[in-house]
C-alpha cells in the first residue's frame, strides 16, 4: 500500500513570496489533515478534511493560508504572502474509516523563508 | 477543547535503563489516545494506540502505555531503551470528530 505523498520535500523563499504545497493521501482515506511543525514543537493542526468540506480550520490564519481538496483526494496548500515565522515542516496525513483509526503521515516539506 | 500536555521536553537516559515519558490530556468527551515516534527528517510513526477495553496497551519496538482516566494520563515506558530509541515522542488526543492534537513532544536520548 503506498502512503502519503508530498512534494516538494524543501523549499526556500523570500519573505513576501507565495509557495504551495501537495498532497496525496492513501487510496480511500477520507479524512486528510495538514500540520505546521516548527523545530522543536509538536505538530499544529492548520486544516482537517472529511472528503472535500473543511471539517476544522479553526488554526488556519485566514488571512495569508489557503487549503483546497478540490476533488477529495489530493489537496494542496497555500500561502501567500510568507512570512519569515512561516519556516517549519508541513505535514500532511491521513486517516482511514472508523473511529480512533491511525493517522498516516507523509515525509513533510521543509519550509525555509529568508 | 482538548489538549496534550507532556511536561518533560527532554528525557536522558543510559542503554538499557529503564523509560517513562509523561503524558496528560484534557477532554470533555470520550477520546483515543496515541503516541506517535518521529525519527529525524522523517515523519511521524504510530507506536501505540489506546480506543477502549484494557488499560495496558502494548506497541511496537517494545513499547507500551497505560490509560489512566481518573488521572488523565497515558504515559508511555519501556523497560529496557535502546540507542536506536532515540527520537522524538509524541502524545495525542482524538475522539469522535477525528480531529487529531499532539503535544509538545518529548526528546528521548539514549546513551550509551
Known amino acids: 500500500e503506498a502512503g502519503v505523498a508530498q512534494s516538494p520535500r524543501y523549499k526556500i523563499i523570500e519573505k513576501r513570496q507565495s509557495v504551495a504545497f501537495w498532497c496525496n493521501p492513501i487510496?480511500?482515506?477520507?479524512?486528510l489533515y495538514w500540520y505546521q511543525q516548527i523545530l522543536g514543537q509538536g505538530p499544529k493542526l492548520l486544516i482537517q478534511?472529511?472528503?472535500?468540506?473543511?471539517?476544522?480550520d479553526s488554526q488556519l490564519p485566514k488571512d495569508r493560508f489557503s487549503a483546497e481538496r478540490l476533488k477529495g483526494v489530493d489537496s494542496t496548500l497555500k500561502i501567500q504572502p510568507a512570512k519569515l515565522e512561516d519556516s517549519a515542516v508541513y505535514l500532511c496525513?491521513?486517516?482511514?474509516?472508523?473511529?480512533?483509526?491511525?493517522?498516516?503521515f507523509g515525509q513533510g516539506t521543509r519550509l525555509t523563508v529568508v | 477543547a482538548q489538549s496534550v500536555t507532556q511536561l518533560d521536553s527532554q528525557v536522558p537516559v543510559f542503554e538499557e535503563a529503564p523509560v517513562e515519558l509523561r503524558c496528560n490530556y484534557s477532554?470533555?468527551?470520550?477520546?483515543?489516545l496515541f503516541w506517535y515516534v518521529q525519527y529525524p527528517n522523517q515523519g511521524l510513526q504510530l507506536l501505540l494506540k489506546?480506543?477502549?477495553?484494557?488499560?495496558l496497551v502494548k506497541g511496537i519496538n517494545g513499547f507500551e502505555a497505560e490509560f489512566n482516566k481518573s488521572q488523565t494520563s497515558f504515559h508511555l515506558r519501556k523497560p529496557s531503551v535502546h540507542i536506536s530509541d532515540t527520537a522524538e515522542y509524541f502524545c495525542?488526543?482524538?475522539?469522535?470528530?477525528?480531529?487529531?492534537?499532539f503535544g509538545t513532544g518529548t526528546r528521548l536520548q539514549v546513551f550509551p
Open positions: 496525513a491521513s486517516m482511514g474509516p472508523g473511529a480512533g483509526t491511525e493517522a498516516f
Open positions: 487510496s480511500g482515506h477520507a479524512t
Open positions: 478534511f472529511q472528503n472535500n468540506g473543511v471539517v476544522d
Open positions: 477532554s470533555s468527551v470520550s477520546v483515543y
Open positions: 489506546y480506543l477502549s477495553g484494557s488499560t
Open positions: 495525542a488526543v482524538s475522539d469522535d470528530t477525528d480531529k487529531l492534537i
